[in-house]
C-alpha cells in the first residue's frame, strides 16, 4: 500500500528502505564486548555469524578493563583476553582489532562500553548477558538501561537462556571454530517509522539466505486495520522473495501487555532472535521496549536505533528529562 504522502507511489517500508540503504552505505562497523566469560564466547560467536567480509564489514573486539580489581586471573587480564578473543575471530576468517580501554570512574561498565562504541563509530554492539556477575550483570538495571537507550549504535544483547545465531566449537580462540546457525528472527512492529528503519537494516544487513523473518504487530484491537498496515511489509517479503509471514496478535489488555504478547509470539513462531526498532528515547514505544523487551525476553534481543535521533531536539528536550525521572523513580 502506497502512501498518500508519497510521491513516488512506494509503501512507506519502501521509502524507508531506500533511506537506509543511503544513509548506512555497503558495509557495517560491528563491535563485540568481551570480559573472559563464557557469554562473552557466545557474543563473539553470534558477532561473527552477523559480519560479512564481502561487504567490507568491520570487525572490533572492546573491553573495559578495571585496574582496581588486581583479584582477577591472569586468563581474565586485558593482554589474555586480547590474544584470545582475535585468535577466535581469526578461526571464523574474520580479521578483527582490538581496543581496550579503562573503565571511567563514576560510570558502570555497560556506560564505558557504550561510550567507547560510539567513539568507535559501530553500527552494532554486541554483548552477552550475564558476563561474568552471573544474573545480577548491572547492564540491565536503571542506569545501565539510561546508557543503553542514549547509545547511538544499536544493541544486540545474547542471552544465556536462548539459542544464539551462531555456536562455538573446539577449545576457544585459535582452535575455535564458529558454526552458523540459520536464525529465526521475531520483528514486533508498531508501523512507525522506527520499525520500518529497524526492519529495513535487519533484512538489508543481518538476514542471510537460510535465515526466517516473522513480522508480527500486537494489539488489544480487532486487528483489522493491523492487517492492512501489514500489507507492505507483505508485499515487501515477497518482492524479494525472502524467508518470511506477517501477523497479528491480539491480546486482552485486562490480563495481558503489548511486551508480554511480543514475548508470547517469540515462542508461538519458534523464533530464538527478537528484533525491535526504538526512537525517542524519552516514549514508550512498543510498551516501553528498553526496559520490558530487553530484560523480559529470554532469547536473543536485537535492539535497532536511528542514531540520529539520539542527538536531534527531541531527544535533548524530552528524552533526557524523561530518562531522568525514570533513572530517579525506578526502584533500586
Known sequence: MAGSDNPMGISAVEAVDLEVKKRQGPSLSIGCAVD???????????????FNNRRGDK??????????????????????????????????RVKSEW????????R???????????KLGADLLVLGSWGRKGEKLDMLGTVSD??????HCSICIVRSTGASIGAITGGGGGGTGVVQRPAKYLFATDC????????????????????????????????VEERKSLEQYRDYIRKRKLNGETHVKCIDR??????????????????DVLVVGISGYGRKKLGSVSHDLSTRASCTTIIIKDSRDVVNNRYNSMGMMTLAGEVATSPA
Open 146 to 151: 539510561f546508557s543503553l537507550r542514549q547509545s
Open 36 to 50: 573472559g566469560s563464557q557469554m562473552s564466547d557466545r557474543a563473539m560467536a553470534a558477532a561473527l555469524c552477523l
Open 108 to 118: 558502570s561498565t555497560c556506560e564505558c562500553l557504550t561510550r567507547l562504541a560510539d
Open 254 to 271: 485486562l490480563v495481558s501487555t503489548v511486551p508480554e504478547g511480543i514475548v508470547d509470539a517469540v515462542a508461538e513462531y519458534g523464533c
Open 192 to 223: 512507525s517509522h522506527a520499525a520500518h528503519l529497524a526492519f529495513c537494516f535487519l533484512v538489508n544487513y543481518m538476514y542471510r539466505p537460510s535465515d526466517t523473518v516473522h513480522v508480527v504487530m500486537v494489539t488489544a484491537n480487532d486487528g
Open 99 to 106: 581496543l581496550c580501554r579503562e573503565k571511567e570512574e563514576g
Open 59 to 92: 570487525f572490533t573486539v572492546l573491553h573495559i578493563s578495571d585496574s582496581t580489581k588486581t583479584y582477577l586471573s591472569k586468563h581474565l587480564q586485558p593482554a589474555h583476553l586480547k590474544n584470545y578473543y582475535v585468535d577466535m575471530a581469526h578461526g571464523a
